[in-house]
């Protein structure tokens, strides 16, 4: 056989080896909430370092629709910044699936206003008349605030897609059991999207997880009773849960995880992992020390 043959068999032989290797390669689906997509992009890219024979594909679209995949079976981790409902535990264990609830985080959820709205400090009671349906708070003035540059000083009501756990986990907090939003809500597809345009309307106010703030929206102090001390939403707020609207962070396994999905949810509470979270703006599940 001639070199030239040799060299090409070769060749056929290293792409049939590469195609082997590539097919073996463990790949785990995590799929859902906004809020977390970030963060689990980042823990996907680091663990690839740790464990290079296993690809993470993540993809957001909100805790329903992660909740959905898990339901399915089409998922082998669902992101969720709400509790599954029991009603969706029961739908999963009608085709077969067995929910596992892991707390991964804690995130606080603040309140957006535009930088120059005065109205730095809300209670619950005034949160709820501003999004919930039957009990408004229409304009700024109602609450004795005029914002420099909204016209009409009309509070543009800025909320979330219905599909996500952020729109549930504030409905539940603020709205109470049984409380519905306002009609005219302006709902956005992703947790920047709010940021963004509370960024660029005086009269908004929106709310989204603080991983999402940035130097050109301000952050509310939030008050359980009206007058009451306030508290501002932090990492360390978010950690001891003194701030009113902090909330857990979720991932779903189908039953106990085994091999590789156990391997990585072990990495991701790990310092290491905990250590990721913490530096996107998320509390720990625990103290940790990061360099």
């Keep these: ?7 090409a068999l070769a060749v056929i032989l290293s792409m049939g080896v590469f195609a082997l290797a590539a097919y073996a390669r463990t790949a785990i689906q995590n799929k ?3 809020t ?3 963060v689990a992009q980042a823990w996907a890219e680091e663990y690839a370092k740790v464990a290079p024979d296993v690809a993470i594909a993540v993809s957001g679209g909100g805790s329903g629709t992660g909740i959905a995949a898990m ?27 067995e929910p596992i609830e892991h707390i991964v985080g804690y995130d606080a959820l603040a309140v957006y206003i535009h930088p120059d709205n005065p109205a730095d400090t809300l209670s619950l009671t005034q949160l709820s008349a501003i999004y919930a349906r039957g ?5 700024w003035s109602d609450l004795g605030v005029e914002v420099p540059g909204c016209q009409g000083n009309t509070i543009v009501v800025v909320s979330r897609q219905n599909n996500s756990g952020t729109y549930a986990y ?3 907090a603020v709205l109470g059991t049984g409380g519905k939003y306002r009609q005219g809500t302006l709902d956005m597809h992703g947790s920047k999207d709010v940021v963004d345009l509370v960024e660029k309307t005086p009269c ?27 508290v501002s939403p932090s990492v360390a707020t978010a950690s001891d849960r003194s ?14 995880p085994q091999g590789d999905v156990k391997a990585y949810l072990d990495w991701i509470l790990s310092d290491t992992g905990q250590c990721i979270i913490l530096g996107k703006g998320y509390a720990p599940v625990r103290n940790v020390t990061c360099e």
Aim: with cysteine; proline share 2%.
């Design 1 to 7: 056989m001639n070199r030239r043959r040799l060299t």
């Design 32 to 34: 859902g909430s906004d």
């Design 36 to 38: 977390l997509v970030n």
């Design 71 to 97: 339901i399915n079976g089409t998922v082998d981790i669902a992101n969720a910044s709400r509790r599954m409902k029991q009603k969706e535990i029961e739908l999963a264990r009608e085709r077969g699936q």
């Design 135 to 139: 009990k408004q708070f229409s304009n």
């Design 170 to 172: 504030f409905q539940k």
């Design 204 to 230: 908004a106010i929106g709310y989204s997880g603080l991983a999402y703030a940035t130097d050109h929206v301000s952050l509310t102090c939030i008050s359980t009773a009206e007058g009451g001390d306030c």
């Design 243 to 256: 701030y009113p609207i902090a909330r857990p962070l979720f991932m779903y396994t189908n039953g106990e």
